[in-house]
């Protein structure tokens, strides 16, 4: 190769270098070393709430999602937690919660501002709209799952997620 032309495309390579090098450091920042309220990945039961978030909790937002795919459609049901969703993935209408138990897959947390999001969702993945939303009041939480009341417009009284394995649960209604 020319001289000329390597000593053009030196400082350019050093500096796309550089900027993959800080990209990378900055999401390994967010992923390994942040507070977790974005990458649990659902492997694990729930991330604990300490005391001061439980007396936080006696009424806080919820909405369940109705994402279309290509594949089909799937609802996810967020809880808010402080100042993130948890969030769970089922594949019946909201409607059918009433009456069976149904598995629920724990995703990833989402960020507070999906409680009123509808549109196009991200790497063109479908999209999304509002099926259910209301105010949820958490009533306990064990090692083995959640207890918690809501007020929605088409989910009301006491439900229950119930870890079963992995990030399998269990959406139930109890009362």
């Given at each position: 190769?020319?001289?000329?032309?390597?000593?053009?495309?030196?400082?350019?390579?050093?500096?796309?270098?550089?900027?993959?090098?800080?990209s990378y450091a900055i999401f390994y920042?967010?992923?390994?070393?942040?507070?977790?309220?974005?990458?649990?990945?659902?492997?694990?039961?729930?991330?604990?709430?300490?005391?001061?978030?439980?007396?936080?909790?006696?009424?806080?937002?919820?909405?369940?999602?109705?994402?279309?795919?290509p594949e089909g459609v799937h609802w996810d049901l967020m809880l808010q937690f402080q100042d993130v969703l948890r969030t769970w993935r089922f594949s019946v209408p909201p409607q059918q919660i009433q009456n069976e138990p149904v598995p629920a897959e724990k995703i990833a947390d989402h960020p507070l501002r999906f409680l009123s999001y509808e549109?196009?969702?991200q790497n063109n993945t479908g999209s999304v709209k509002i099926a259910d939303r209301g105010n949820?009041?958490?009533?306990?939480?064990?090692?083995?799952?959640?207890?918690?009341?809501?007020?929605?417009q088409i989910l009301k009284g006491k439900f229950q997620l119930q870890f079963q394995q992995n990030n399998l649960w269990l959406l139930s209604r109890i009362g």
């Amino acid at each position: 190769m020319d001289t000329h032309i390597q000593e053009l495309l030196l400082p350019i390579l050093t500096c796309s270098m550089t900027i993959l090098y800080e990209s990378y450091a900055i999401f390994y920042l967010f992923e390994r070393l942040g507070d977790g309220r974005y990458n649990n990945r659902g492997n694990q039961r729930l991330v604990n709430i300490n005391a001061t978030e439980m007396t936080n909790l006696s009424d806080n937002s919820f909405v369940i999602q109705e994402h279309a795919r290509p594949e089909g459609v799937h609802w996810d049901l967020m809880l808010q937690f402080q100042d993130v969703l948890r969030t769970w993935r089922f594949s019946v209408p909201p409607q059918q919660i009433q009456n069976e138990p149904v598995p629920a897959e724990k995703i990833a947390d989402h960020p507070l501002r999906f409680l009123s999001y509808e549109g196009p969702v991200q790497n063109n993945t479908g999209s999304v709209k509002i099926a259910d939303r209301g105010n949820f009041t958490l009533s306990e939480q064990t090692e083995s799952g959640i207890s918690f009341e809501v007020t929605g417009q088409i989910l009301k009284g006491k439900f229950q997620l119930q870890f079963q394995q992995n990030n399998l649960w269990l959406l139930s209604r109890i009362g």
